[in-house]
């Protein structure tokens, strides 16, 4: 202890120049032992105070240490934070990367739809074309259905006289023709709900039924036979007990012919019988 007080005194003799000055002023023993004392004091305060700092610096330490811990693991959790930003960067350039190939993506479909649509402008175009093409054909046409129309009104009004001179010319024919066969009957058109007969004339015992026409064929046989049947369904009172159905024209098809013969109908022309005459028996009872 005194050689610490010693080069405390010492120390203050020489760093502290007021104290050089006391000590040189009043130098003596009490007022040394005095001032040892004071030192002494000085110096267990100067202890306490150490060790209150030694425990501070201690606690301090102890502080800095869970501190230095607590930087660690916060250093530890940034190094993970950093790892997912790393990560979260990677992901967004990859992102960048499928953006930047969707956009290229965008921009051939875009060019896709600009050439799609100059190509539908030609397309359009082209149909525009063809509609006037097709009005043009169509005026064409129009005017050509006219025509058309024209002479078929002037066919229909030749044919309808041809067909009012062939019936009358069939009437004047079949009238000479039964007269030489011994029948007398007055032919006329017959006109009936849903059925119309060119040549029908009946006396007491005999009945004609016919169809005149220009150029005829099976189906003249045929719509002749139909009418046939139906007068004996619907019609009964029309008929007689001998029926002769004929076929008055101008020419006969060949198929005609043969069949006209089976079935016992009349074709004649002007110029003479094409198929025997012959006559078909009713069993059909008037009265009923």
């Known amino acids: 202890m ?7 005194i010492l120390d203050l003799l020489e760093k502290d120049k007021s104290f050089r000055y006391a000590v040189a002023g009043y130098l003596g023993v009490l007022e040394i032992l005095e001032k040892l004392d004071k030192l002494i004091e000085e110096q267990i305060k100067l ?5 209150k700092i030694w425990i501070e610096f201690q606690e301090l330490k102890k502080e800095t240490s869970e501190i230095r811990q607590e930087v660690l693991e916060i250093r530890k959790e940034n190094q993970k934070i950093w790892k997912e930003i790393e990560e979260i960067r990677r992901e967004n350039h990859r992102i960048w990367l499928e953006l930047r190939g969707i956009k290229r993506e965008n921009q051939k479909i875009w060019s896709e739809i600009e050439g799609i649509k100059k190509e539908n402008q030609k397309i359009w175009l082209e149909i525009k074309r063809i509609e ?11 005017r050509i259905f006219r025509v058309i129309d024209a002479r078929l009104t002037r066919v229909e009004h030749t044919l ?3 067909t009012l001179d062939i019936e009358e010319e069939a009437r004047e024919v079949l009238r000479y023709r039964l007269k030489q066969m011994g029948i007398k009957v007055d032919l006329r058109r017959l006109e009936l709900p849903g059925l119309e007969i060119d040549l029908y004339g009946a006396s007491e015992e005999t009945c004609v039924i016919g169809e005149v026409s220009v150029r005829a064929g099976l189906g003249v046989l045929h719509r002749l036979l139909r009418k046939y049947e139906e007068i004996k369904s619907s019609y009964p009172e029309l ?6 159905l004929v076929i008055y024209t101008s020419l006969a098809l060949s198929e005609l012919v043969e069949e006209a013969a089976e079935k016992k109908v009349w074709v004649l022309k002007a110029t003479g019988d094409i198929v025997e005459p ?7 009872d008037r009265a009923s």
């Open 278 to 284: 012959t006559w078909l028996e009713n069993s059909f």
């Open 160 to 162: 309808e006289k041809l």
């Open 132 to 142: 006037e093409n097709i009005e043009s054909l169509r005026e064409d046409t129009n």
């Open 47 to 51: 202890r306490k105070e150490t060790n």
């Open 2 to 8: 005194k050689t610490s007080l010693r080069e405390e």
């Open 239 to 244: 008929l007689r007990r001998r029926v002769i």
